[in-house]
């Protein structure tokens, strides 16, 4: 059986990389692209900066600066609008993980059309859309090298998984300098991001030679540099190393799928209104504990590439100390349990069910070691609260 593997078309990285903007657009034969960020950007100079490049590169952009944290289909309104407005033959995803999504959505909306409940996982979608441009400022979602969008259902608060081809950077320009202002809540949320997807990517049962390679890379690296970055904002050699590891997670689970702990966050995310990344944070220790039996000599990797287990420890120790490791991640940066974030117990009792039956709707969990059962899903929740 054939494994297909899909990566952006450009991939510029290093320190000062998104100069480079302008002769990304060239090489592409952009003339009218949409730089699609949100207000932070705007107000920190950023996107001043970039709408700079674009100008001087003799391009016409335009700049939509609406997008929310963790977009709604309520949210894609006014960009698609933007994008008709502007005749915009691509898309430039400028921000975190919240504007790149956005941009994906509306590089398929505007050439797919429909809504986006028709791009709802299965999928894949694969038909006409806008070139997409990423340009990351955080290290963690890896949108920039994923063919995935997640986009929540304004109705029923459902965050949905969109994926395909379509979605997928046809360029990205990772440059580490712009995450250097990221806070340490930040940079512990979306560093801890990078990691789910590198762990799940490698433990998938759509796990291959290639993702292996890209997620154990970013294993080594995260274990080394993610409490340097939360600690000192200004490490540069972090920062990079962070950035570096964050695409490379992001290429991983682009060709292995990611599993259950992404099952599981996103309807947190759709109901509690929780970043994604911290989302993932919160279930990262008990799924993986409940995930291991099913390949207790892949999270034992993990753990050695982690350095959080010796490579002649027996795969059950090195696995066990793996938990062990997450979990002393997690209260090092300071992760919350979903009661200390100010969750509300009656609330998330109440949606328990609801959540478990959108996380296996997902697909998500079919790729878990351990596909877990609605009820085990139910007690995970309650688990992790």
Known sequence: MSTSISFPRFLRMGPGAVEDLGQVLDDLGVERPLLVTDAFMVSTGAADRVMGIIAAAGKTGALFAETVPDP????????????????????????????????????????????????????????????????????????????????????????????????????????????????????????????????????????????????????????????????????????????????????????ASVCLVHGMSRPIGGHFHVAHGLSNAMLLPAITAFSIPGAPERYAECARQLGAAHEGDSNDVASAALVTYIENLCATVEVPSPSTHGIDADKWEKLVPLMAEQALASGSPNNNPVVPTAQQIEELYRQVF
Do not use: W
């Open 72 to 255: 709604t289909t309520d949210s894609l309104t006014a960009g698609v609008a933007a994008v008709a407005a502007h005749d915009a033959d691509a898309v430039i995803g400028f921000g975190g993980g919240s504007p790149m999504d956005t941009a994906k959505a509306l590089s398929v909306l505007s050439k797919g059309g429909g809504v986006m409940r028709d791009y709802k996982a299965p999928g894949p979608y694969t038909g006409p859309a806008l070139p997409i441009i990423a340009i990351p400022t955080t290290a963690g979602s890896g949108s920039e090298a994923t063919q995935f969008t997640v986009i929540t259902d304004s109705e029923s608060d459902e965050k949905m998984l969109c994926p395909g081809l379509s979605f997928l950077p046809i360029a990205s320009v990772v440059d580490p300098e712009l995450t250097m202002s990221m806070p340490p809540r930040l940079t512990a949320d979306t560093g801890v991001d990078a990691l789910t997807h590198a762990i799940e990517a490698y433990v998938s049962k759509k796990a291959n030679p290639i993702s292996d390679a890209l997620a154990l890379n970013a294993m080594r690296t995260i274990g080394r540099f993610l409490v340097r970055a939360y600690t000192d904002g200004d490490d540069a050699e972090a920062r990079a190393a962070m950035m570096a590891a964050s695409t490379q997670a992001g290429m991983a689970f682009s060709n």
